[in-house]
């Protein structure tokens, strides 16, 4: 009994704090879960609150990004750029990140392959080989784990000089 009262307690623990972490970031820098983007939205609250009510409703993982979209700028063309998209498991049970595909053969991809438990923290690197890309650019990274929200895409934005 004591143990399930433990879990419990923990979970809870857990969502809360992913819940004051995903407001802070949601009227600050942006964030983006189960394909809802905030960043440079008018209406922060309204979808915060799809957000938090996906989070609340979900007993399983719920993976949850620190932003969805990088525009990484101007870059010279004999560069690796890396981009961290930083996530937390905002959900109940431990996720696991099955695998990360890229739109284009000009990025690679580090992410863990270890289970990450509930809130816990995590980040997926992408390297943008500008080698391989000329001109503006405009790429996905598609993220599929066991979470609520099984696919995340993520964007990565750039020109090359």
Excluded: R, W
């Amino acid at each position: 009994m004591e143990s399930l009262l433990s879990k419990k307690i923990i979970m809870v623990s857990a969502i809360i704090i992913a819940l004051i972490v995903l407001i802070h970031l949601a009227f600050n820098k942006g964030i983006s879960s189960n394909n809802i983007s905030v960043i440079s939205n008018d209406n922060k609250q309204d979808s915060v609150m799809v957000l938090m009510d996906t989070i609340l409703t979900s007993n399983g993982p719920v993976i949850c990004f620190s932003q969805g979209k990088v525009d990484i700028g101007k870059i010279n063309k004999t560069t690796v750029f890396e981009v961290d998209f930083p996530f937390i498991n905002c959900g109940g049970e431990t996720l696991e990140i099955q695998k990360v595909e890229v739109s284009c053969g000009c990025l690679s991809v580090s992410y863990p392959k270890e289970p990450i438990e509930a809130g816990e923290k995590g980040c997926i690197v992408i390297y943008v080989n500008a080698n391989k890309v000329t001109g503006y650019f405009n790429k996905k990274v598609y993220v599929v784990s066991n979470a609520s929200n099984n696919v995340e895409i993520l964007y990565i934005s750039g020109t090359t000089n």
